[in-house]
């Protein structure tokens, strides 16, 4: 049975002092179920989140890498970097940094590799934008950013993954997705990998919903079929909103 993960992707917020904050309150909040928590703060809060949460259950997070070890890349963090700070997740592909700083399919490709190739469990985000979504072609957007990162990759790692559905247009817009999306996006993604690595991957990949989760409409989500956890932005800022969309996912 695949484990549901809740993961808090911080963006840019919270300074160290103020992460320490929320990681001394949250923890608090124990035991957690049966879901994984993962929290993913900015870069600088990494390895000082690190320390608070070793042996606490939850698993530490990073926002963004890049594909190559190291090298010659002003203002880059690359998954062995990340690695040695704690992490075990990595988001890649999110919606703005597709949007804001260039991550096309082909980076999300790289990053993907890069991720695991440091041991560390990818977060590969995917979703359409409002015009894709009218036009009839979200499964279609969705499919082709699946496939440019996932190709090649064996039945094994795939099984391992996580496939984080963000309807863009759902995303700080005042429209709202339902669970219905969700569960739909779910299958295809999950059809999607059957063709290209079989059933056992496809069953072990974990699918979460990622567009404006918050305590109230949690549920909707978490108890669509085929809808492992949520990757939460801004509700995953206060650490008693964020426990009570852990505790919607029991």
């Known amino acids: 049975m695949r484990r549901r993960i809740i993961a808090g992707n911080w963006k840019m917020h919270k300074t ?20 994984q928590a993962v929290i993913c703060p900015p870069f600088p809060c990494l390895a000082p989140l690190a320390q608070i949460l070793e042996g606490s259950g ?15 890349f002003t203002g880059e963090v690359s998954g062995r970097m990340l690695r040695d700070a704690g992490c075990r997740y990595v988001i890649v592909g999110h919606s703005e940094r597709r949007q804001h700083f260039g991550d096309d399919d082909e980076r999300v490709s790289l990053k993907t590799r890069a991720a695991l190739n440091n041991d560390l469990i990818p977060v590969v985000c995917v979703g359409e934008c ?3 979504r009218e036009s009839g072609r979200a499964e279609e957007v969705v499919v082709r950013q699946l496939n440019a990162a996932i ?10 993954m996580v496939v984080a559905y963000e309807p863009v247009w759902a995303i700080g817009t005042g429209r709202s997705a339902k669970g219905s999306d969700a569960a739909a996006m779910a299958e295809a993604v999950r059809r999607v990998i059957t063709q290209s690595a079989g059933l056992s991957a496809a069953e072990g990949v974990r699918f979460l919903y990622g567009g404006s989760v918050n305590a109230k409409n949690a549920r ?6 085929g809808v492992d956890g949520a990757l939460v932005g801004g509700a995953s800022l206060d650490p008693v909103e964020f426990r009570a969309i852990l505790a919607a996912a029991r």
């Open 151 to 160: 190709q090649d990759l064996s039945p094994e790692i795939l099984a391992t």
């Open 16 to 35: 160290i002092s103020e992460a320490l904050a929320f990681a001394g309150e949250f923890l608090g909040f124990e035991p957690w179920g049966e879901s």
């Open 220 to 225: 909707e989500f978490l108890q669509s079929p």
């Open 58 to 72: 939850v698993a530490l997070g990073a926002q963004d890498l890049h594909w190559e070890s190291q090298g010659a």
């Open 130 to 132: 409002l015009a894709e």
